[in-house]
Every structure is written in structure tokens, then in C-alpha cells.
């Protein structure tokens, strides 16, 4: 069975950091390539950022760019999203995802796999 469980999320304040993990079970990391999305309430899921171990690929939308990381720890079956610098706007609930494709511009998604992890609330205040 496909399985994410996520773990990191937390109240910081502006400028702080945290750093969000994504556990993979039933599958390695050279499997599936893995997404990090957000959606904060009354707006869109926006894909934030994704890596690709098989294919040694990152990407990060402009949104984060510059101060959020993600990266792979195979051995571990683990997945993480550094995020440095966090802006009140970047209050949301963080959901690790298997996806098909992660590219150099965006994240496609299998039109037959949902698999989600359960969410980490982020959120950003003083």
C-alpha cells in the first residue's frame, strides 16, 4: 500500500524557519516522484515544489523560490521542504503527494494515483 505520512509543521514566527517531512512507505523514492502542495482556506491548491530522485530533478515555484529547499533522503524513504524566511502568506496546510512527472517548470499529476499524505498546518505569525 502507497502511504505518506508528513510530520514538521508548527507556528513560527515571520523570518523563521521549519522544516517539513514526508515519510513514503510501500514504494522507494526512486519509484515516484514527490510533490509539496499548500492550500490556505478560501483559496486554490498551488504546487509549490517537487523532486524527482530517479531523475535528479527539483522545482520550486517563484512563490518560494530562494528560500524553500526540498530534498531527498533515499535511504530514509524520506522527502523534506526546508523553508527559510517564512512569510505570513505562506500559512497553509502542507500536503506531500506522489506525482508522475516533476519538471524544471511545474508538476504533472497521474490522472489515476491520488496519494496524500494527511497535512501539516504551517502557520506564520507574530
Known amino acids: 500500500q502507497l502511504q505518506l505520512v508528513e510530520s514538521g509543521g508548527g507556528l513560527v514566527q515571520p523570518g523563521g524557519s521549519l522544516r517539513l517531512a514526508c515519510v513514503a512507505s510501500?514504494?522507494?523514492?526512486?519509484?515516484?516522484?514527490i510533490g509539496w502542495y499548500r492550500q490556505a482556506p478560501g483559496k486554490e491548491r498551488e504546487g509549490v515544489s517537487c523532486?524527482?530522485?530517479?531523475?535528479?530533478?527539483?522545482y520550486h515555484a517563484d512563490s518560494v523560490k530562494g528560500r524553500f529547499t526540498i530534498s531527498g533522503d533515499n535511504r530514509n524513504n524520506t522527502v523534506y521542504l526546508q523553508m527559510n524566511s517564512l512569510k505570513p502568506e505562506d500559512t497553509s496546510v502542507y500536503y506531500c503527494?506522489?506525482?508522475?512527472?516533476?519538471?524544471?517548470?511545474?508538476?504533472?499529476?497521474?490522472?489515476?494515483?491520488?496519494?496524500w499524505g494527511q497535512g501539516a498546518l504551517v502557520t506564520v505569525s507574530s
Open positions: 510501500g514504494f522507494s523514492l526512486d519509484s515516484y516522484a
Open positions: 503527494s506522489i506525482v508522475r512527472f516533476c519538471t524544471r517548470t511545474g508538476i504533472e499529476r497521474y490522472s489515476n494515483i491520488e496519494v
Open positions: 523532486i524527482s530522485s530517479r531523475e535528479g530533478r527539483t
